[in-house]
């Protein structure tokens, strides 16, 4: 067990002021007024050689006026140029802003030397990166040779508006890092500790912030959506224009958002996917309106698969017999954030839609999320979810509770779910875990869980616990880094003895699961991961006598200059659940990223699912590839053409299924776009090919802001 004390241990952090200042330009140049500015270096390795001295010298000033920050990076090469092309890679300086101080949740924003942005959010003190969040800023890049060495400068200009603060706070968190694909090295101001990546709550300070908001703070979000349908499973051939209206009110750390008619049909269609376990396949959320605020609304948990009481995907989903998307009507959405609490709530009306086989009725869901800091960066948290179907007065609700405890590199987490609908009895799930790090290299974990037999948080949720499940596991690890020069770069090595039952099995399954990762800095930057499992376990044919489950994978990638390889092999004996029947399975994929001029890049990922029957004879395997060739115009300008096929082999090569799309997106500016997309499926019967499905359409979103 991790004992955690409520002592809050005080150390000196490094820091900086930053000062007032006016008429500051985003021009690429160091002009006059940032030489009063504070500076610091962003000299502490992480990578390759952990605690050394960057090879590079980068500084960093920060400025502000009464609505924006600004950052200027300025960097000093040597005679070798940096890359600067759309299609490569090229080096990336990022800002990491606590602007509550909170020492657990912060804002990053990234650039690279071909001026690409990118931003997110970091929860769980570093535990969670989320790069769904997108802010309203702005950067300027300019690459040039003085004397014979370059020099690179990185300026950057975030408004406070795009953040969430209290103006009583002044100080508030900051962190830099800069990172060289040529030298494959990752540099920091403030060094997080070895093996855990980003710390939030060891961020240095940033003091003398006075943020100020211009305007009445109204974001105004109109959508204007053209499409042309054409589907022979839904029986459609129309053409649709359609408006929708997105509202935000944000102060400080307040905001209170909308959404009335959105059209929220993926017109970028997911790749063919399929799975042979049990659990569900889980979907990422890309809608804006239910993005904002959305760490709210999620537990905190490391080291455990946490459940989601509120799976925001569930809302608006297509039905089961294709019949089309269920419609939203309107939604609504109030956050506010402090120095240690978050509180959030949200309400949606889904319309009704009428299928063959099924019914989506008139329906309303709700979720209240709560989230407090304790013991400087430790947190607990509750979210409750409910739905109610308003044709039929069948209701819904589930409520989960959870915390971690965090101190230096060990953590500690639990939750416990309780849910109940209006036709059954209350049911709960128990899940705990936490990891302990001895001395420097060595660590020891656990887990555990505990189900009961009704267990089913489906209508508003998402999780990887079973009804009726008991299990637990111990894990005993290693990790290390290299030493300056070796061709080891680190590696770590752990052992998990697991036990578990489900509800029907007459006794208890046991096993061993291991894993070995060895990343490599020559002759070349790769990686290696191995893991393997042995699992006595109970299926529907072997209740009366256990069988031993096994499984082995392999995972390797490669850099190779601009270009990077990786592949995966994952073989298995156990239960097949598409199947439902015992037998071998073997999930493999692979996938390359090469550029091919400074402007266009290409890229190829294919995953293949080979199936053996209960007596070992070969099955069949499907193929599902994904080719695209991406062209930039611009870093806010691209067009990408990609294909989807998916091949089936039992006696033969079947091809089956492709699905050819072509995407342009262009930001106007930031958080504004346009999209034109052409999305064709065709689909192999009886040795023709036939497209039964369509979409043509452009979609353009404009923020205005008041």
Sequence with gaps: MIIYSALIFVTTLPSFSIKMAKGIRLNGK??????????????????????????????????????????????????????????????????????????????????????????????????????????????????????????????????????KFKKKITTWGVNFKVYYENI??????????????????????????????????????????????????????????????????????????????????????????MTLGRTEIYYEEKRPFFLEGKE?????????????????????????????????????????????????????LTGRLEGRYDTAHYTFWSALGARHTVFSNSEVGMVVAYRQDLENDSTFYAVSFDGTARKKRNSFSWQVILHKNDSGLPALALQVGGVQFIKRWYLVGFGGNIVSSRFDISPTGYTTLYRGEKGGALLLGKYKIGKPGSFLSSYNANISPIFHRDPEDPGISYGVRTNLSLNFRKPLMMGVYLNGAVDKEYTKDTLMQP?????????????????????STNWAYTWNYLRMYRGRSIYTTLGVHFPLFAKLGGKYTVKAWSEYRPDGGYRSTTFSGVAGLTYHFTPFMKVTIQNNHVIVHEAVLEPTFSRLSVYYSWEIKPKSRFYLVLNRLFVKNSSRWQSPEFVYAFKVRYLFLF
């Design 30 to 163: 160091e002009e006059a007024l940032w030489y009063s500015a504070d500076s610091v270096y962003v000299m502490r390795m992480s990578e390759p050689y952990y605690g050394e001295e960057a090879t590079y010298s980068a500084k960093v000033k920060a400025l502000q006026d009464e609505n924006n920050l600004y950052f200027l990076f300025k960097i000093e090469y040597d005679t070798i140029k940096p890359d600067t092309r759309l299609s490569g890679r090229p080096d990336w300086v990022t800002v990491y802003i606590d602007p509550l101080h909170s020492m657990i949740e912060a804002y990053w924003f990234s650039v690279s030397l071909a001026n690409e942005r990118n931003d997110g959010l970091i929860t769980g003190d570093g535990e969670r990166f989320d790069d769904t969040w997108d802010g309203v800023w702005e950067s300027r890049v300019r690459v040039f040779q003085k004397g014979k060495n370059y020099l690179a400068l990185v300026e950057l200009k975030i408004p406070f508006k795009t953040l």
């Design 547 to 567: 069988y031993f489950a096994k499984f082995a994978g392999l995972y390797m990638w490669m850099r190779i200059k601009s270009s990077s390889l990786h592949f």
């Design 184 to 273: 494959r090295e990752e540099d920091w101001w403030v060094l997080p500790p070895e093996n855990t990546g980003i710390k939030v709550s060891m961020f240095g300070l940033m003091k003398n912030v006075h943020p100020g908001e211009s305007g009445i703070g109204l974001e105004l979000y109109p959508v204007f959506l053209s499409k042309k349908v054409y589907s022979t499973y839904l029986g459609l051939n129309k053409y649709n224009l359609k408006a929708g209206l997105d509202m935000k009110y944000k102060k400080g750390a307040f905001s209170i958002s909308s959404t009335l008619f959105p059209d929220f049909a993926e017109i970028e269609s997911d790749p063919f996917t």
């Design 296 to 348: 709210i609304f999620a537990p905190s948990m490391n080291y455990l698969n946490p459940a989601y009481v509120f799976y925001s995907r569930r809302i608006g989903k297509k039905i089961t017999d294709v019949a089309g998307q269920v419609p939203l009507v309107f939604g609504i959405k109030a956050t506010n954030k402090g120095e240690k609490a978050q509180l959030g709530v949200l309400g949606v």
